[in-house]
Nanobody, 124 residues
Framework: QVQLVESGGGLVQAGGSLRLYCAAS????????MAWFRQAPGKERESVAA????????YYADSVKNRFTISRDNAKNTVALQMNSLKPEDTAVYYCAAADSIVQAVGARTVNYWGQGTQVTVSS
């Protein structure tokens, strides 16, 4: 059974930082591209960042470029999202996801597996 378990969410003031983690099990982690999505109340789930199986290619949504960094550790089956200079508009539930390729990891409809999500709240 595939499990993606997120952690690291919480409440932070604007301008602060948080680091999200996703621990994967039940799949051959190194064969999957990984991604982070987020969903704010009343909005669609959107792609935030993605990373190829090797870590050599990354993707970032324009809204988070130069503020967020995605990374992975294939030895530990984990993927992380370092979030700096947080803004109130970053408030959302953040989801970890696994897909067959980085291209598929960018689209919510082409993801293979989802985590349960972790809440990030940025106060102004």
């Amino acid at each position: 059974q595939v499990q993606l378990v997120e952690s690291g969410g919480g409440l932070v003031q604007a301008g602060g930082s948080l680091r999200l983690y996703c621990a994967a099990s039940g799949l051959t982690f190194r064969k999957y591209a990984m991604a982070w999505f987020r969903q704010a109340p009343g909005k669609e789930r959107e792609s935030v960042a993605a990373i190829s199986w090797s870590g050599g290619n990354t993707y970032y949504a324009d809204s988070v470029k130069n503020r967020f960094t995605i990374s992975r550790d294939n030895a530990k089956n984990t993927v992380a999202l370092q979030m700096n200079s947080l803004k109130p508009e970053d408030t959302a539930v953040y989801y970890c996801a696994a897909a067959d390729s980085i291209v598929q990891a960018v689209g919510a409809r082409t993801v293979n597996y989802w985590g349960q999500g972790t809440q990030v709240t940025v106060s102004s």
